[in-house]
């Protein structure tokens, strides 16, 4: 029997109206196979609920499986496995409904929406599902919003992110789309064997999303390219074939001898090929640890919303020297808590950096953190008491911060901790009432016999400009370190020139006037005057400058501790108050990390004078005898005369002085006159913007108070000019780089969306201080005095005003809208331009 013939009785026995073989058709062509596969498939049944379809549905499971099981170490548990899983079923379970009904692509779009919606909640979003099933507003929200969001928030988090359940919706949405794209090509496409492509991408992107930490890398990639292959050249094959297929029975013998021949030789190759790959790849490859993008993206916190907590030492110190802060349990003996650590200075303010070289990254942290840093591993638990912030407190190196109470949701989900400074914070902000426990590993503190012995380690840290240094701290520095050249031997001797020469006061009672800040002028003043007068801000700002200008690395450190005079009893808990406030210096020791180095002198410091030469006695004066005595009559004479000239000099004395004390007063009244009028004129103008009646009023003043500064010392900013650009004019004449991000920070509020709170308005008029003592420190202390009584601001201020009411005159003339402040920002009333009172 010919195949020709076959096909002919087949063609003859086909029932009316089922496809037979084609007129013209090539001898031996089946009757129900058309010259092309996609064409047999159209007409035909679906792929999907063929074996091909099965087979393929098996492959794919167990090459997304393999890719799962990447997710491990970065979740940190099995949690992952139910988003993960449910969603390679859901994106098969779509992608083969639409290949069965024949859908077209937004259909099947639409359907894997809704699917992803509906069955989120159960999925990947439990907790904020109905019944831990049907989903809620929050689950809509959330799984639209962590579609977005979520893949940032996911490499910028700290594993393990079990403590993270909303960063569920990534393996749940990533494995669905995966498996949805690869069903669908495989299950329709004419060339199924491009589904691998996509099923490889996820594999990839799942590594991506990971740590260094590998899950079975060896097991994953066997199971990923063996399976994808072999499955790969199945279908190719089987598409080639399905194309050419007769049906005697010798062709079939043959096709199935040829299906065994390839599938045995490519499994000879892929297990040639895999041997080799795990033996010899570990010894070819370079012993480097593996790519991840959370070791390369920079997180999205921005700390310039945040004010540096060390502008508020002296509040805590002065202020709230009793206030009950937070109470800490379970707290090691020795132990100093952490508030911030600081590592970048400005010349205005010591603060927190990110990003920088040393400073490490802040990213998003939660109830378990992986670290492998040594110590003994100790739990605290906090209250917040009088205590307001976002600065978290805690010590040692965290391995894992939860929270309770009302708040304990949104302060978790703004949680970030630095590794490398070692500081925590969270966005929402602490408040009284507020309670977490901290899980964190503390070694002891090193002795300085210890540190003596040791060497410094040489890490990066932040550089500070030169031109934002204070000038006296070279000299200083220099005084105090002698001649010594061990790097080790210059730091402590820094330490003891400070604690020796200097007087401990925050200016509370019974202590020397002690002004607060540790801005360049305040350091420079500190250093320059033989008494240094300060506290724990200014001896541990100035301590780190000066070794960080030596070539030491150090930063400083804000936080509290108990009196080491009366130091706490076993268990017995620590409750910070406004006097335990303190400020200390932190070095890096090789094989002991960073180490606090404190310099806060003694509080019964004082200078002693130099001892005066001691006086030698005169001799004994002889005196002269005595006259003899008169008659009564001449010494009753005598003395009238003697009154006489007595009364007669007191009428001349009294009468000399009132003449002499109203010729003088006068011309000096005329001469300090205006002199009183303007600094009481500049004193009031300052505290009518500081006390205006808009908060966003406050920040522009205080904006004005730095132009109107530069003005006075004869770099007066042109009229017009927006902030920024006066800024760039200060910043060039002056070198005071820190006047630009004063700008921006003033456009940002004024500008805002929202009302400035008082807690910024102070921290922004900090740094107005700050820029204006700066600017003044630049120049001698005769421009400083004749900056101090010119009038160029007042008159700046007088043009300005005049300038405004032209440009209204001619608006009025004109008939048209003035570019004013409130055309410009409606709502804010303020304007960048600079001429605006």
């Given amino acids: 029997m010919s195949a020709t013939g076959t096909t002919t009785r087949g063609s003859r026995r086909a029932p009316s109206g089922q496809p037979g073989t084609p007129s013209g058709a090539p001898s031996g062509t089946s009757s129900g196979t058309s010259r092309r596969g996609t064409t047999r498939l159209r007409e035909g049944r679906p792929r999907a609920l063929t074996a091909l379809g099965a087979v393929d549905a098996v492959a794919l499971v167990v090459v997304l499986g393999a890719t799962v099981v990447g997710f491990a170490p970065v979740w940190g548990s099995t949690g992952y496995l139910l988003p993960a899983v449910g969603g390679v079923v859901v994106g098969l379970g779509v992608a083969w409904l639409g290949a069965w009904r024949r859908w077209p692509a937004v259909t099947v779009l639409a359907v894997a929406v809704v699917a992803y919606v509906l069955l989120g909640g159960v999925l990947a979003l439990p907790a904020d599902a109905i019944g831990g099933v049907l989903p809620s507003l929050d689950t809509v929200r959330n799984l639209l919003l962590g579609s977005v969001t979520g893949w940032k928030e996911f490499v ?9 359940p909303e960063l569920a919706v990534v393996p749940y949405l990533l494995m669905m789309v995966t498996a949805l794209v690869a069903g669908s090509i495989a299950w329709r496409a004419k060339h199924a064997a491009w589904a691998l492509v996509p099923l490889v991408v996820t594999f990839v992107g799942v590594i991506l999303l990971g740590t260094v930490i590998a899950a079975y890398p060896v097991v994953q990639g066997l199971v990923v390219g063996i399976v994808g292959l072999l499955w790969a050249s199945w279908r190719v094959t089987a598409a080639r074939l399905g194309a050419h297929q007769v049906t005697t029975e010798a062709s079939k013998a043959a096709t199935r001898r040829l299906w065994w021949h390839r599938v045995r030789a490519g499994a000879a190759m892929l ?68 508030l911030a650590t600081l590592d970048a200075y400005n010349g205005v303010v010591y603060d927190a950096s990110s990003g920088l070289p040393g400073s490490g990254v802040y990213t998003r942290a939660g109830e378990e953190i992986a670290t492998v840093a040594p110590g003994t591993e100790a739990t605290l638990d906090v209250v917040v008491g009088d205590y307001a912030g976002v600065w978290v407190p805690e010590t040692g190196t965290l391995a894992g911060i939860s ?10 989900e703004g949680t970030y901790y630095n590794a490398t400074t070692g500081t925590a914070l969270t966005t929402a902000g602490l408040r009284p009432g507020d309670t977490y426990t901290v899980a964190t590993r503390v070694t002891p503190e090193p002795t300085e016999e210890d540190l003596r012995a040791g060497a410094i380690d040489q890490v990066p840290v932040p550089p500070t400009p030169k031109g934002l240094l204070p000038v006296s701290l070279a000299g200083k520095g220099a005084q105090f370190m002698g001649e010594e050249t061990d790097p080790v031997d210059q730091l402590f001797a820094l330490r003891d020139g400070l604690v020796a020469s200097g007087i401990f006061s925050s200016g509370l009672d019974n202590q020397p006037p002690s002004r607060p800040g540790h801005s360049a002028e305040r350091i420079d003043t500190l250093l320059a005057d033989d008494e240094m007068v300060g506290d724990d801000e200014q001896f541990a700002v100035a301590l780190a400058l000066m070794a960080n200008q030596a070539g030491i690395p150090a930063r400083v450190v804000m936080g509290f501790y108990p009196d080491e005079k009366n130091p706490l009893e076993p268990g017995e808990p620590f409750t910070a108050t406004g006097a335990d406030v303190h400020a200390w210096a932190e070095v890096p020791f090789v094989g002991y990390g960073w180490v606090p180095i404190t310099a806060i002198p003694d509080e019964d410091n004082k200078i002693q004078p130099e001892p005066k030469s001691l006086q030698v006695p ?21 003395v009238d005369d003697e009154d006489k000239e007595k009364a007669d000099s007191d009428g001349f004395d009294w009468g000399t002085v009132l003449i002499i004390g109203v010729a003088v007063a006068v011309p000096l009244a005329l001469i300090a006159l205006p002199i009183v009028l303007i600094l009481a004129y500049k004193s009031r103008r300052r505290a009518r913007r500081r006390a205006a009646e808009r908060p966003v009023d406050r920040v522009s003043g205080g904006w004005r108070e730095v132009l109107d500064a530069a003005t006075d010392l004869g770099t007066p900013v042109p009229s017009g000019s927006t902030r920024r650009e006066g800024a760039g004019v200060i910043a060039q004449t002056f070198g005071a780089t820190t006047t630009i991000p004063l700008a921006h920070r003033a456009d940002a509020t004024v500008f805002g969306a929202g009302e400035p709170t008082e807690q910024e308005i102070e921290a922004f008029w900090a740094d107005v201080d700050g820029v204006v003592g700066g600017l003044r420190s630049s120049v001698n202390r005769r421009a400083r005095i004749r900056a101090a009584l010119s009038t160029r601001s007042l008159r700046s201020a007088r043009s300005a005003g005049r300038a405004g009411t032209r440009r209204l ?23 960048t331009k600079q001429g605006e009172k």
């Fill in 156 to 164: 910028t988090t700290v594993p393990p992110l079990h403590s993270f």
């Fill in 271 to 338: 297990a040639v090929g895999a041997v080799a790959a795990a033996f010899g790849g570990p010894a070819l490859l370079p012993d480097a640890p593996r790519t991840v993008l959370r070791e390369t993206v920079v997180p999205p916190l921005d700390l310039h919303e945040y004010v540096s907590p060390l502008t508020a030492f002296r509040k805590y110190a002065k202020d709230m020297k009793e206030a009950e802060l937070f109470t800490v349990r379970g707290l090691p003996a020795g132990t100093k808590v952490r």
């Fill in 403 to 412: 929270y309770t109470g009302s708040r304990a949701r949104e302060l978790a």
């Fill in 618 to 638: 005169k001799p004994p004066v002889l005196e002269d005898p005595e006259p003899p005595e008169e008659p009564a009559e001449a010494e009753a004479g005598k």
């Fill in 809 to 831: 005159t001619s608006w009025l003339r004109r008939g048209s809208t003035p570019t004013t402040t409130s055309s410009r920002n409606p709502t804010k009333g303020s304007s």
